[in-house]
T-cell receptor
């Protein structure tokens, strides 16, 4: 009965490299949300996906960031040419329904450090 | 943009004390959720409130949703060191493609 699985837990990248963050939602959940958390700034929404579709990417930076949730496999958040300002904790959450008032289930996050 | 203001930002109390913290907004939400987050982990859902004026109890925690569905409070009775953590409120926006908007959180420390 695994929850939301995120990997890696910690990721170190040099400036200019690419970072790939993976998220496997809970079984039966088809809605995935990515959030970024910086100290003293709270959780900021990035993108909402369903299988093979991006529903809302209003929180995603226009450049270097992309997300996908393929028919098979985990959701991927990809950051190209990382910069120091990308260092943060990235959380993925899933829910079984859209407009779900039952709450999200979060993963343990990926802590990205750009050096 | 829907904003959620949480107060106080930091709170340090002695074990056994009672406390109330707040989550306020000028926007109406279809539901409001409270999460607790511990260092190095993701947020864990505590409760969801949906109806204006709704009160929910979870052991020593009491959650209330404002009548206008714009604000919420969390009251903890006889706080324990295990209650220490970051408490986040999150509002679910109305309409299609709803998503959660989070407040910055309240850092609670309960001293033994």
């Amino acid at each position: 009965n695994a929850g939301v699985m995120q990997n890696p837990r910690h990721l170190v990248r040099r400036r200019g490299q690419e970072a790939r963050l993976r998220c496997s939602p809970m079984k039966g959940h088809s809605h995935v949300y990515w959030y970024r958390q910086l100290p003293e700034e709270g959780l900021k929404f990035m993108v909402y996906l369903q299988k093979e579709n991006i529903i809302d990417e209003s929180g995603m930076p226009k450049e270097r960031f992309s997300a996908e949730f393929p028919k098979e496999g985990p959701s991927i958040l990809r950051i190209q040419q990382v910069v120091r300002g990308d260092s943060a904790a990235y959380f993925c959450a899933s829910s079984p329904l859209a407009g779900d008032s039952y709450g999200y289930t979060f993963g343990s996050g990926t802590r990205l450090t750009v050096v | 943009t829907q904003l959620l203001e949480q107060s106080p930002q930091f709170l340090s109390i002695q074990e056994g004390e009672n406390l109330t913290v707040y989550c306020n907004s000028s926007s109406v939400f279809s539901s409001l959720q409270w999460y607790r987050q511990e260092p190095g982990e993701g947020p864990v859902l505590l409760v969801t409130v949906v109806t204006g004026g709704e009160v929910k109890k979870l052991k020593r925690l009491t959650f209330q949703f404002g009548d206008a569905r714009k604000d919420s409070s969390l009251h903890i009775t006889a706080a324990q060191p295990g209650d220490t953590g970051l408490y986040l409120c999150a509002g679910e926006s109305t309409g299609a493609n709803s998503k959660l908007t989070f407040g910055k959180g309240i850092t609670l420390s309960v001293r033994p």
